[in-house]
């Protein structure tokens, strides 16, 4: 895109009543001080937007003459295509906006003028002095835009080879800034778990450390126990035989004691029943009885008397049985069986204690090793997020290099800084600098300061393929300066001079 200036006409703007100046490739400003030079350039940003050739606003109201109305038209021309602009002030009454000649709202005007180029794009590229005033984030902002930040690939070909493959594979999953975030939060957490996982083992280790050292092998005791317990069951088998035989015993002496207490019922019983004597009488009215009845009492006595010895010699009938039975079988003494096995358990016990000891030595052995393995294996991911951390900053170095050397490459004397080292972290911040011979901008001298400015905006006009006009203010400071290019205006103090234009080129 080529803007390029044809004609400007001030009305009442400022010093300048009625001014016109016709513009050339070369359009020379000649004046003493204070005759209005300044304001030629300064008409044409307000015009645009209201402002300074600074961007601060500005309100040109002529104060030492009156005027009803300040106009300020300018006749340009963008890749050829003529466009009247013109924005006015009428005493007391809202701004005025005009393109070609028609009226317009501000807000289409602004919007046209927007649409034809960024505005801090157009201030630093026709005023030198606008770039290096914006803050320098929208300086790094505006330069960068023009240079891509170096390829992926292209980085990690600066890193060794094992950094660029470590973090080559990482970046196919996750963008950098994604992976800085995992191994940051990941490097927090570890340092943590790490701490505690050393303070783990560290007890671990002084709880085994207490147990005693000098046990005896597992294995052998397990064998030695079951030794034990094996012989055990066997005298237990031996006994509960015993006492099997032994309830048999004890349950025929059991019916001979019961016997005896019967026959000794039954002797008791045959005194009284010898001794019965045969009444005469009748029992319930006392007559005598007679022969026949007296006899069958006797009778009756006789043959109770014959029952009884019936069964009294059954009952020794039996007990004789019994007697003979229990004489036959076996009672075995088991008292000492049951001595020797209370001994043999107690004997195993020292063992199955050793056992529960060797046990518990066993358990810690184990734990103290998983510890040690979780100590290393943190460890181990904790130094791996180190050093992918460690080369994302050398990724972000290399990077920086990169670009930097990319940005420097548009410019010819001046340098850029892009970067600045963290105190802290030692990681590269965003920045910008201009630099020239070393000096910061803001050190330069006014002649340096234009020189400077004018690089710059050939940089941005040439980056951005849109040339516009260019002015030098205060160009007698300067002996020489590489033109810019596109249209030039240089204002330029003569003692004694009034306000006088030449133009050359046309
Ligand atoms: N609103 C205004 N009305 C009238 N004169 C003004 C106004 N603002 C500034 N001036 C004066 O205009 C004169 C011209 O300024 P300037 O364009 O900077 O001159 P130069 O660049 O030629 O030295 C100065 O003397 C300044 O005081
Ligand atoms: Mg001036």
């Not at 040109?60 to 003459?65: A, E, F, V």
């Not at 317990?229 to 006492?243: F, G, I, N, T």
Request: a negative charge.
């Amino acid at each position: 895109m080529i803007i390029k200036f044809t004609e400007l006409k001030l009305e009442n703007f400022k010093v300048h009543e009625d001014l016109k100046v016709k513009f050339g490739d070369l359009t020379k400003i000649f004046a003493d001080n204070g005759k209005g030079k300044s304001t030629i350039p300064e008409s044409i940003c307000w015009l645009l937007y209201g402002t300074d050739t600074l961007g601060s606003k500005l309100d040109p109201t002529p104060i030492t003459y009156e005027a009803e109305q300040t106009l300020v038209q300018l006749l340009l021309s963008v890749n050829n295509k003529a466009i009247l602009l013109g924005r006015g002030l009428k005493k007391g009454k809202a701004a005025q906006y005009f393109i070609n000649e028609v009226p317009s709202k501000a807000k289409d005007f602004n919007e046209m003028v927007e649409k034809l180029f960024d505005r801090n794009l157009f201030l630093s590229l026709f005023n030198p002095s606008y770039f290096p005033k914006l803050h320098w984030e929208k300086q790094r902002e505006m330069i960068l835009q023009y240079v891509p930040s170096p390829a992926n690939k292209e980085v990690l070909k600066e890193l060794l080879p094992t950094q660029s493959e470590l973090l080559g594979n990482l970046l196919k999953k996750h963008s950098l800034e994604d992976i800085k975030k995992i191994h940051s939060s990941n490097k927090t957490n570890l340092d943590k778990k790490y701490i505690a996982a050393q303070s783990r083992t560290k007890t671990l280790k002084e709880q085994l450390d207490q147990l005693p050292k000098e046990v005896a092998p597992l294995d052998s005791l397990k064998a030695e126990l079951s030794q034990i317990d094996k012989q055990v069951r066997e005298l237990e088998k031996q006994y509960d035989h015993s006492a099997d035989v032994n309830r048999e015993y004890n349950i025929v002496s059991a019916e001979i004691q019961s016997l005896q207490d019967q026959i000794d019922i039954s002797k008791h019983n045959w005194i009284p029943l010898k001794n019965e004597v045969i009444d005469e009488c009748c029992k319930t009215c006392k007559r005598p009885l007679d022969e026949e009845s007296i006899e069958a009492v006797k009778e009756d006595k006789e043959k109770r008397m014959e029952q009884y010895k019936a069964n009294h010699n059954a009952l020794l009938k039996k007990r004789l049985e019994l007697r003979e039975k229990l004489n036959e079988m076996e009672y075995i003494d088991n008292n000492e069986l049951m001595e020797k096995i209370k001994k043999l358990n107690a004997s195993g016990q020292p063992l199955r204690e050793a056992v529960q000891k060797y046990s518990q030595f066993e358990r810690l052995q184990k734990q103290v090793n998983e510890a040690e393995q979780e100590e290393k294996a943190t460890l181990e991911s904790l130094n791996e997020s180190i050093l992918i951390l460690d080369t994302i900053k050398e990724y972000k170095a290399k990077e920086a290099d990169l670009q930097a050397e990319k940005v420097q490459s548009l410019f010819t004397t001046l340098s850029v800084r892009l970067f600045k080292q963290n105190k802290g972290d030692g990681e590269q911040k965003p920045d910008f600098e201009i630099m020239m011979d070393d000096k910061p901008y803001s050190k330069l001298s006014l002649s340096e300061s234009i020189r400077a400015g004018l690089e710059l905006r050939d940089v941005l006009s040439t980056q951005s393929d849109i040339v516009t006009p260019t002015f030098v203010d205060n160009a007698e400071s300067i002996t020489k300066f590489k033109e810019p290019n596109g249209q030039l205006i240089i204002c330029k103090v003569v003692a004694g001079q009034e306000l006088k234009i030449e133009v050359d080129g046309e």
